[in-house]
């Protein structure tokens, strides 16, 4: 006899038409079901094996990316955001000119332009390193690269601003001398990241990966960083 609750429907994903179990395809739009649909992805990577993987993984990487990033790109983002850290000083410099003539000569106005000339100097490697805690800076971002601490985070404000102070304040006052004894002592890596624990990565690589980079080289740079501390502290003294 006929038994409704033995009757079980297979709906249909593209129709939604209620067909009977046995059916393997519908019987409203043809669309395969059950087992006949779960050979669909095989049966397109035999016509289009780049659209069965698109339909497989759309989320997979389509390219093994490395986490360390290249030297070209670390230069080319140090440009860009050298410019910046230029233009920054440039116009505390200006403000502060213009005021210096234009503003009269009160003690309180010329402790107002000594205080802009000093966050001339200052101001732009915060606001650099400001912007490498919350992801990168011009430059970095323009190059798709990003700096990651010794546990794999966005580093701190503070710490990216004595980065900043490392990068260019050490090449520009021994423009010769540190980068010579830069490139001998800590490679390409350099002592600004060696010496804060940080690292320039690819910003489009596996965080997986990213993780492996930098345990892989954190054992190294420990005795590289307390070298180098004794290092930048002598350069700064001689300053």
Known sequence: CYRPTLWRNMQCPQCNWQNPTSFTECFNCRRPLGVAAQALPAAAAAVDPRKAQRTAAPNAPTQDIPAEAGHMARIAATIVDGLLLML????????????SQNGGESLARGGFVALLLLAALVLPFIVLGWLDSLGGT??????????????????GVMPSTFRQLLKYVTNLGLPFVFHLADRFLFGYEGAHNVITGNYVVRRS???VKISRFIQANEARRAGMRRFGG?????????L
């Open 230 to 238: 004794m290092l930048v502290l002598g350069l700064f003294s001689v």
């Open 205 to 207: 690589a596996d965080p």
């Open 138 to 155: 011009p430059g970095k971002r323009l190059l798709g690269l990003q700096v990651r601490n010794a546990a794999g985070q966005m580093p």
């Open 88 to 99: 920054i000083a440039a116009l505390l410099v200006g403000g502060g000119l213009w005021l």
